[in-house]
């Protein structure tokens, strides 16, 4: 059934585009061929919807649609934004979506609730989750937040963050690397990560455990300093978020998952060779709400050019640490869902 509706959309897109090339022939008689060309490359394009939050890490996909490197490689992308992790999720379980660009756990959550679920790539950047705290506190590393906690034990600083997020579980790793517990501090979960920025600003909480180019913003004008970042507390590339489509997707349409990793790869080569050329297209869909110069600043301090092979052994400890805070009910190893066969031979 599913490569007989295949067929129909395929039709259908062929069809509407052979009616703009009839539309454009009857207005303008004296359309050139390259104009009739053009039409005919559109309708051959592959719809498909994208999935997305906002972080650093997704600009390789906004570039793509923005540079036309999606449309290089056959695809037409609509990207769709969720404002938290678990609707980009469900969507994706749901079939409303083609592709989810997420943070890394998630894709566990949904094989616990029995999704068949593929994590296919590394979504593109590294070092992108940080924990920043407000410069009125004077701590410069969680070094420094420990020995602050320990002589200022009231009122407990308050942390901003997702319950069972990337965001939450860089914090438990941190802490316990540092010997401090959670419970030192007072936790404010959110689930909209914008919502969580503007707490931040406004002084409703002390420090925040988020992504560039957000964090950046708030260093790079000196309001909060950063104590540390995935890169640090996991490894180098150990990905916030993460590229998965359903099983039946990559089973059946090998073709399409290739071509948005190598879309992905080809805005990838922009944001790291040339990343105000970058910056610029990504105006064109104003998908980040900060300056230009912030935006730079991100990028250029990102500890490794952007890449889709992610770690899956810090990974898989992550993984571990969520099924012992119970989040998830049983261990799913990390390759089971990671199937990074492909882009590790496009890389």
């Known amino acids: 059934m599913s490569s007989t509706f295949a067929l129909l959309r395929r039709i259908a897109t062929l069809s509407v585009g052979s009616l703009l090339w009839v539309s454009c022939s009857s207005s303008n008689p004296t359309a050139s061929p390259e104009a009739y060309k053009a039409d005919a490359v559109i309708a051959e394009l592959i ?104 002589e200022n034990p009231e009122p407990k600083l308050k942390i901003a963050t997702l319950r069972g997020d990337t965001l939450e579980l860089i914090l438990v790793d941190a802490f316990e690397d540092a010997g401090i517990s959670p419970d030192a501090f007072e936790m404010v979960y959110f689930d909209d990560l914008l919502a969580m920025v503007d707490a931040f600003r406004v002084g409703e909480v002390d420090i925040l455990s988020h992504i560039k180019p957000y964090t950046t913003q708030f260093v790079t004008s000196g309001e909060a300093t950063v104590l540390t970042d995935n890169a640090e507390v996991w490894s180098p590339t150990t990905p916030n978020t993460v590229v998965s489509v359903l099983e039946k997707t990559l089973s059946e349409r090998p073709e399409v998952v290739e071509s948005y990793i190598k879309g992905l790869q080809c805005s990838a080569k922009i944001i790291n060779t040339d990343p105000v050329k970058a910056i610029e297209l990504l105006k064109g869909g104003n998908y980040y709400r900060v300056e230009d110069e912030v935006l730079l600043t991100a990028f250029e301090t990102q500890p490794a050019p952007i890449t889709f092979t992610p770690d899956l052994e810090a990974v898989q400890t992550v993984v571990d640490k969520m099924v012992d805070l119970k989040y998830i009910e049983s261990n799913v190893p990390a390759k089971d869902i990671f199937d990074t066969t492909l882009v590790k031979s496009l890389e």
Not at 47 to 58: I, Q, S, Y
Not at 66 to 87: H, R, W
Not at 126 to 133: A, P
């Open 47 to 150: 719809p498909v919807k994208a999935g997305h939050l906002v972080a650093l890490d997704m600009a390789p996909l906004f570039v793509g649609v923005e540079s036309g490197c999606f449309e290089e490689n056959g695809l037409a992308v609509k990207t769709v934004f969720f404002t938290n992790p678990g609707d980009n999720n469900a969507a994706l379980a749901g079939g409303q979506i083609d592709f989810s660009t997420n943070p890394f756990t998630l894709p566990f959550f949904a094989a616990n609730s029995g999704v068949p679920i593929k994590t296919v790539a590394a979504a593109g950047g590294w070092g992108v989750m940080q924990v920043i705290i407000n410069n009125e506190h004077r701590v410069g590393s969680i070094a420094d937040l420990v020995a602050f906690v320990a």
